[in-house]
């Protein structure tokens, strides 16, 4: 009888107070049972480890410890996860209860299967069936995204990349013709747009992200998506400036 697949769940917080437990009991009252949560918390100075603590029955794994942002937590979540599969849960988000009708689907180890995310802030759900040229242009929600085992123990996140390390990592899992991107038609999450990721610029990326583009996808998209980009940058600057 073939078992059903383990799931991790890994969500990483920092003064998480307002948010986590809904986040919790997003996890906790799953209908889907085969599954582990991970919580990584960076040193929290608010309740955030009383809640964890109040829910400590339901946690498999969790850690304390300040680290180097929120992809070195990550990478933390990624090392302590066993699951057959794994997805990160921000903080201030919350996994529909959908797990019971995508794990039957999770059957092949070298696909990335992924869905999407409602935006609450925009009020719109994101953002469909991705092809190479779209995440060129665009990331996919990692919060409806479930990456084998294959993946998430073989690669870790690139921590020069301060807010869209998640990006890097989903473009060159995407150059790797080993794995294959599956689509699901489900809702997975509710995603809160007002973290870091929302409120800051990841310079250091947005100057390479052409060349991993080039390096993972294809030159030609890169070519036009920095002459894409260069033409938006001009027709703000005129607009502004008028």
Known sequence: MKRNPKISIV??????????????LSVVNQDYQDTEFIVIDG???????DIIKKYESNITHWVSESDKGIYDAMNKGLQLATGDWLIFIGCDDLVLNVLHRIAPILTDNNSLYYGNAFFNKELLIYDGEFNGFKLSKR???HQAIFYPKSIYKN???????????????????FGDRSITFVYLPFLISVFNQYG??????DKIFLKDKYSIVGE???????VYIKIY?????????FLYDK
Not at 15 to 20: A, I, K, P
Not at 155 to 173: E, M, P
Not at 196 to 201: E, I, P, R, T, W
Request: charged share 20%.
């Open 11 to 24: 969500t990483v917080v920092y003064n998480g107070e307002l948010t986590l437990e809904s986040t919790i």
């Open 43 to 49: 040193g929290s100075t608010d309740s955030t480890i």
């Open 139 to 141: 990331n996919i929600c």
């Open 155 to 173: 690669r870790k996140y690139d921590l020069n990349y301060r807010i869209l390390a998640d990006y890097n990592y989903n473009i060159i899992s």
């Open 196 to 201: 870091c990721s929302n409120q800051n610029v």
């Open 216 to 222: 993972n996808i294809s030159f030609v998209y890169a």
């Open 229 to 237: 980009d260069f033409l938006k940058k001009q027709a703000k600057k």
